[in-house]
């Protein structure tokens, strides 16, 4: 299944900005590691922050702060799944596909979400508002099945949950239904 | 209550504890590190462990303390500890809970680690899709380098321990330790071959030591109540203190149970797990993880520790334990896993690059009720073909779903390859050919 964030871009190199608008942070980062390169992944994540995902400015600008080609800053943002080379809907979604997830209903989860939204994983809605992605486990397999929404986990999925988390993001742009911190099995709530 | 004493999950069980710093300071926290570091010979701490017999809870199984004996002694430029916190194996969800429920268990635990091993700094390498667990350690590596647990001269003691959080950017392999250790290091998570060793060429080429989450959380516990302590709990010599087994799949309580090694797997799925979500009886399980082989009802009362399941013909593993019910189809659930590795292989050896890609394609031919009796063997071969020629595990890894339910399920297979043939027999251009 094509992951929709995986191509590059048509953005043009050169551009500057992740050095004035991040400076202190970029340093805070880089003051983690003896070596530079370390701060690689760190700083593609602020790029992608900056922009939704790795555009090849940003790339080309990451390369000169760490003293890298770039080259060697696209080959380690290809390796990565999280690492989007092109934008993506604001809301991301990511059902978990794994066996774990796809033994409770996974499956279900991904057709209910291609009939609310009329999109199939690796494709965005028309108003840019969400991208469906079917991935590999997300380690909550014993609140399965489950999602993930850019930083966010919903777990114990049902129809109803789903329609109700779509529901708020398309009108809060947050849910929440959220899930975490890890979320209890039904028997062994603390004090339950 | 539980009939188990809970080690690990005890405090986050409390009702109310919320993980912060003062919580776990109520129930004792810090005071393992408190009467050890500066008190006790670091390499006495190595021996504690050595003498607990705590082996790695990330999969593999290797005594910790003998790992960290591999350090060289003489040694005087840096040494790191990385957290293996990249917790991605399918059917495993315990280090999550560890680390947004009690991270500062895990911190003490690290610091204890890095005490022990002459490590100043500890990288936590927490797979990256876990934001939440992320910020809620780099909170509690603030509350405790505010408190002096972290930081230089920590608890005026003259010992300095750093510990800093990195977000990995997904990808499974990364919790291969010598992977972990390339992306660490702003690269490709390729793993490395083998010797040299991470205890001697780790990160930055230093000597390193990569534990599990797991695997340093119970080192607090260890330091504070003895090692004998720990010794005696579980299936003494070999697979000593408890386990976080983490249960999935057909149950009517999934979820995370903490129990001595050695508990039957019909005991934590049908006493603690709650049994079969259905009435319709097991089928298969899996007791440790996606990288585990699959093992049959006949295998309920297999003790869950090192040597039992090994013996069993699968592994312990991660402590994953998937259950499926009977009508589960086992071709499907192979394939389903044989997908994940398929998307997971990093590329680097050929065997598993090319091999994940052909079983992938074989094995969806055979749901798909296009397959032949042919494609057994092709399975089978390049299954001999991956295990053991890669260089990291992930080649023995990817093979085991399809080489242990062809073991135990091969009908299912026979099954759908003669469905298959069936089919073909009524297509009109087969009619036609026949003539």
New interface residues.
Partial sequence: MEHPGRHLSEEKWGEKVLKEKYGKEIEEILS?Y??K??????L??LAQREHGYVTEAAMTEIAGL?KLTPPQVY??AT?????NLKKVGTHHIQVC????C???GSDTVIGWIKTKLGIAPGETTADGLFTLTAV?????????PMM?IN???YERLTEEKVDKILADLRTNGTSPLKS???M?????K??A | MPKHELVLLKN??????T?SLADYEKTGGYQAMRNTLGKIAPTDVTTTVMKSGLRGRGGAGFPTGVKWGFLPKDYQG?RYLCCNAD???????K???LM??DPHQLLEGIVLACYAIGAQSAYIYI??????GSK?LERAIGEARAAGYIGKNILGTGITVDV?V???????ICGEETALLE???????LPRVKPPFPATHGL?NKPTVVNNVETLANLPHILSRGPEWFASIGSPPKSTGTRVF?????VK?????ELPMGVTIRELVFEH??GMRSDKPLKAFIPGG?SAPFLTPDHLDVKLDFESVAAAGSMLGSG?V?V?EEG?SMVW?AL??M??FY??S?GKCSPCREGSSWLVQTMRRIMAKRGQMQDLETLTDLCKNIAGRTVCAFGDAEVSPIMSTLKHWRHEYVTLIHEAEAANLIRPESVETRH
């Fill in positions: 983690r003896p070596v390169r370390s701060a690689l992944i760190p593609l994540y760490l080959e380690t390796f990565y799944t999280m690492l596909k794994s066996l774990m796809a033994l409770v590999e486990c997300l380690a909550a397999c014993g609140t399965a993930q930083d966010d986990y975490g911190p890890y209890w099995p039904e028997s062994a603390p004090g | 986050m069980m409390q009702p109310g504890y993980g840096p917790e991605s194996e399918p059917g495993t969800f280090d999550r809970q947004e429920r797979r990256g899709e876990m934001v939440l809620i800093w990195h977000r990995g950017a997904g990808a499974y992306s660490l290091e702003g690269k490709r998570g930055y983490c249960v999935s799949g057909h309580r999934p979820g995370n149970y797990a709650g996606a994953g998937t499926m589960t659930a389903r896993l997908e994940f998307h997971e990093c």
